[in-house]
């Protein structure tokens, strides 16, 4: 990994690398059922950058997520994207794609130092939005999605996300939450 790269990753910096966390608690809906989920899940990060747009210069992580229930081989979950810091605007974001067919381009405010950020996204806006196919978005629409992150000193970060899906069936917004505690390996 190169000094440019890393001098340049803001509050990304901590982390590039491998983690691992399996104490992964997923609540979400099942088959009409809301059910808990103890999981696993491994992410890896992996310095990019400079990413231009014209004046705009981004540095980044490129990531791969998946997670797989508790004494399973088989993942329940997987996504791919970019964790990326504008240090120009002080903004972070993280675009990535899960493969039933969601985008996410979230972002939020963030300092270079900063252990802590908050990221959300809310269908509709042309900034940091969501986009769903056709069946997600007639039957389990994502409406809104918001992640906390905090990067501990032991070696740790710890996230929190909640993804607000309007379910036409129950005219009622679902909160599916997902939080884990990762470990760098």
């Known amino acids: 990994m190169s ?4 001098k340049n ?8 690398g491998t983690w691992e966390g399996d104490k992964g608690i997923d609540f979400s ?9 103890k999981f696993r899940e491994k992410i890896v990060f992996e310095p990019l950058g400079p990413v231009l747009n014209g004046p705009q210069e981004l540095y980044g992580l490129r990531y791969s997520m ?16 970019y964790w990326l810091w504008d240090e120009g605007r002080k903004q972070l974001l993280r675009c990535f794609v ?12 963030a300092e270079a130092d900063s252990k802590s950020f908050h990221l959300s996204a809310e269908v509709g ?9 056709k069946y997600l978005d007639e039957s389990y629409k ?16 710890s996230y ?21 505690t990762l470990e760098k390996v």
């Open 142 to 157: 994502t409406m809104k999605y918001v992640l906390d992150i905090t990067i501990h000193d032991d070696g740790k970060f």
């Open 160 to 180: 929190k996300e909640d993804t607000q899906l309007w379910i036409p069936v129950n005219e009622a917004i679902f909160h599916h939450t997902d939080q884990n």
């Open 9 to 16: 990753l803001g509050p990304l910096v901590p982390l590039a």
């Open 3 to 6: 000094e440019e790269i890393i």
């Open 125 to 133: 806006s042309v900034t940091y939005g969501i986009l769903s196919n």
């Open 29 to 37: 809906r099942i088959h009409s059922e809301e059910k808990e989920t």
């Open 66 to 81: 998946t997670a797989w229930r508790l004494g399973e081989d088989n993942p329940f979950h997987e996504e791919v994207g």
């Open 98 to 109: 899960v493969p039933r067919g969601v985008l996410i381009n979230a972002g939020g405010d």
